[in-house]
């Protein structure tokens, strides 16, 4: 059974909707909470680094801070994509 955390930054007031989803999402899966965690991301960064966390859960992915480590990035289409498709333009040769 893979250990988790629950990550709810500070700065989110009404938290209880995101914990209850967080509960819901860990009770589907059959992980084992460790706790639930009201610090900065660093916090459970280091948690993670030090093996003590497998699966850190997270009810929106906007909660994440842009800069954090490890840096995950999720590839889509290009059409999907807010980004500079030129180098994916066959005409562009």
């Known amino acids: 059974m893979e250990i988790a955390v629950v990550w709810i930054p500070a700065d989110i007031e009404a938290s209880e909707p995101a914990v209850a989803m967080c509960l819901a999402h860990l009770r589907r899966h059959?992980?084992?909470?460790?706790g639930i965690v009201?610090?900065?991301w660093e916090t459970v960064e280091q948690q993670m680094?030090?093996?003590e966390v497998d699966v850190v859960v997270i009810a929106d992915p906007a909660h994440l801070p842009p800069d954090r480590s490890p840096r995950i990035e999720v590839a889509t289409?290009?059409?999907?994509a807010h980004e500079d498709r030129s180098a994916f333009d066959p005409q562009l040769g």
Do not use: E, Q
């Not at 289409?77 to 999907?80: E, Q, Y």
């Open 30 to 34: 059959d992980y084992r909470l460790k």
């Open 49 to 51: 680094i030090d093996g």
């Open 38 to 40: 009201r610090a900065p």
């Open 77 to 80: 289409p290009a059409s999907t």
